[in-house]
Nanobody
Framework: VQLQASGGGLVQAGGSLRLSCAAS????????IAWFRQAPGKEREGVSC????????YYADSVKGRFTISRDNAKNTVYLQMNNLKPEDTAVYYC???????????????????????WGKGTQVTVSS
């Protein structure tokens, strides 16, 4: 059972990256998926979240209008499209899965570590000015 985040890299300010979160050993169909990030010297913070159905999405204020979360359950993968990147977006990005079955989720639940069932290994995003 594993979650793997990928797609990070070095990009100039204003550029774009698409992160992927792929699951192996289990299906993401019944999981809400959240993206977190942690910058050096800072606490981990929730960035975005998508319900198991994909019908609800949530974003931190700092990324609204720039980031888009989506999921393709057929590919067992969740994506985070990041546009207009800023240097302050530099961080290690992690995806995480919360088993919610067909129920919805909330921003609070999605980004509360105690509800997370699986954490993925992070992927580094570096935005140069």
């Amino acid at each position: 059972v594993q979650l793997q985040a990928s797609g990070g890299g070095l990009v100039q300010a204003g550029g774009s990256l698409r992160l992927s979160c792929a699951a192996s050993g289990f299906t993401l169909d019944y999981y809400a998926i959240a993206w977190f990030r942690q910058a050096p010297g800072k606490e981990r913070e929730g960035v975005s979240c998508i319900s198991s159905s994909g019908g609800a999405t949530y974003y931190a204020d700092s990324v609204k209008g720039r980031f888009t979360i989506s999921r393709d359950n057929a590919k067992n993968t969740v994506y985070l499209q990041m546009n207009n990147l800023k240097p302050e977006d530099t961080a290690v990005y992690y995806c995480a899965a919360d088993l919610t079955y067909a129920f919805g989720t909330t921003w609070y639940r999605c980004t509360t570590p105690q509800h997370i069932d699986y954490w993925g290994k992070g992927t580094q995003v570096t935005v140069s000015s």
